[in-house]
């Protein structure tokens, strides 16, 4: 083999490892690129769920405020009902002090 | 020499492989970091708004039941004041009533009485109401008047009706000192002293 085919080897057995390790840094670069997308992807899933459960979390105190608001309705009107009981049995007498009392008595 | 040519280029390309592996490793390790990272900041995150969410969550419960707790209690509060109005309305119609019974007389000498404690004066001047002038013996009225205060009061009735359903307006002789102790003046002046027995005795408070 002369000097000259010698050289021309070793060019092209360095071209050969040049693109072999272009194909490499392509790979890393892909490896980084996919991990940036799968981070951006799964963020998202969790701000997802999150605000699923956000909502839940909000609708449910919405429908314990009501049903809490239905109770104390609820136990107003038995208020009111035991008052207009109680004023039966002392209209009476109540007129009676009222009346002394513009009279003067 | 082609044998030495050969170990040059297998080393070569060996070292090439090695570089590339080498470098494949660190991105492996790079996204495996970048990963982690992500989901840990994408987790803190989550949690924040989950805590914002229990917190906005309390706020609302507590604001919708204070609402309706504020909404009942001024409910229970309008119809306890219905209520007493409603006594406080029979009664006056009862005291208007009041003019044509037997005991009339006695209150007015009553209500004379406390007037005349209120004027200090020489003379007084007692007005009735139209009905009253008409109705009233006031020699009775006169006579009861003497035993209230223990007494002889001079007192001038008056020609001039008052405008009222009943009881008295008393003046000194220049009208200047005046004592309304008509009905619907007592109703007024005693409103906060009536409202509290109403109430008192209406719902035994």
């Given amino acids: ?105 | 020499m082609a044998e030495a040519l050969d170990k040059l280029r297998s080393q070569i390309l060996r070292d090439a492989e090695l570089k590339g592996s080498d470098m494949v490793k660190e991105a492996t390790a790079e996204a495996n970091k970048i990963v982690a990272e992500a989901e840990n900041r994408a987790k803190t995150e989550a949690e924040q708004i989950i805590l914002r969410a229990k917190t906005d969550a309390e706020a609302i419960k507590r604001r919708v039941i204070s609402a309706e707790q504020q909404k009942a209690r001024w409910t229970i509060l309008e119809e306890k004041n219905r209520l007493v109005n409603d006594v406080i309305e029979e009664a006056s119609n009862e005291v208007r009533k009041y003019v044509t019974s037997k005991d009339y007389t006695r209150v007015l000498s009553k209500l004379i009485a406390e007037a005349l404690e209120s004027i200090k004066t020489e003379k007084y001047v007692v007005k009735l109401s139209e009905s009253d002038r008409k109705r009233v013996d006031t020699g009775q009225v006169e006579t009861q008047l003497e035993k209230v205060l223990g007494r002889k009061a001079r007192i001038q009735w008056s020609d001039e009706p008052y405008k009222c359903s009943g009881g008295v307006f008393v003046s000194d002789e220049d009208g200047k000192i005046r004592f309304d102790n008509t009905f619907e003046a007592r109703s007024q002046r005693l409103e906060r002293d009536l409202l509290h027995k109403v109430s008192k005795t209406l719902f035994g408070e």
């Fill in chain 1, 1 to 105: 083999m002369s000097g000259l085919e010698a050289v021309k080897r070793i060019v092209e057995t360095e071209e050969q490892a040049r693109r072999m390790l272009e194909e490499y840094k392509r790979k890393s670069q892909e490896i980084v690129s996919q991990a940036r997308l799968d981070s951006d992807s799964t963020r998202k899933k969790l701000l997802e769920e999150a605000e699923r459960t956000k909502n839940a979390i909000l609708d449910k105190a919405q429908e314990d405020g009501v049903r809490a608001s239905e109770e104390i309705r609820k136990s107003a009107e038995e208020t009111i009902k035991r008052l207009r009981k109680n004023v039966e049995s002392n209209k009476k007498q109540t007129i009676i002090i009222a009346r002394a009392t513009i009279l003067g008595e």
